[in-house]
């Protein structure tokens, strides 16, 4: 390591980091939102769809989370490693099911990269740029709903205080369309959103937005998940919502600040 890899080193275990400039201003700007709204909200239950191999439930345990998780994942997959992830935390329960609008039986389309597993077919050409959306095979699985689930979710929690995370590759609007209005315990919602969809009869991100937009929630963060091959246009990103803690308005005093300070 030479001495600019060595010095970044110590920086970054004192909790600071260095970046080349000019860089990406949304790099890493997701996690430190997750963290501090599952902060600020005192978040106690993380319902995760789309669980795939657990990363998203190993990475708010980095971020300090310690309450409970309940994971979905229908595809077999990614199921056995979700399972003994969450094996090793006493706090965290697998549901080998998915989510949708309504409950029943469907065909989940495997891809070589099983990340990419879906409900939906790739849209004609795709394979031909991201080479893992090759089909493999599918699975019948089950599905449930988020109105069916939920109850047994949070089962036992006093107070629930709920993020709700989204990732079913094409499937979202389903899984929130599937909770018929998410319960006031759902304090933030992170999902995914495609800008180019990649998989056939995959909903705008604008469709996504309006299910949560209109029961109430308002935008906190987006950060780009993989871009077009000029590195510019995004393709899709996440993007961290919260429902505000009272019904009034809060348009802050931040513009007035920013124009004082022009």
Known sequence: MGLPGRVRSVIRRAGFDVTRRPHRPDAHQLDW???AVLRSRDVNCIIDVGGNRGHFGQLVRTLGYTGRIVSFEPSPSTLPALAAVAARDANWEVRPVGLSSAPGT??????????LDSLLAALPGVVDQIPIIAEVGTATVTLSTLAIEYPTVVAGLGEPRVLLKSDTQGHDAEVLLGAKGLPREVV?????LSAQPIYDGQPRMTKVMDVLLDDGFTPVAFQPLFQSSDGLRIVELDGLFMRPESNLPDWGPGFLKASASA
Do not use: H, N
């Not at 469907?106 to 990340?115: D, K, N």
């Open 33 to 35: 939102a997750l963290d």
């Open 106 to 115: 469907a065909e989940l389309r495997l891809y070589e990269g099983p990340e």
């Open 188 to 192: 933030a919602v992170l999902v995914e």
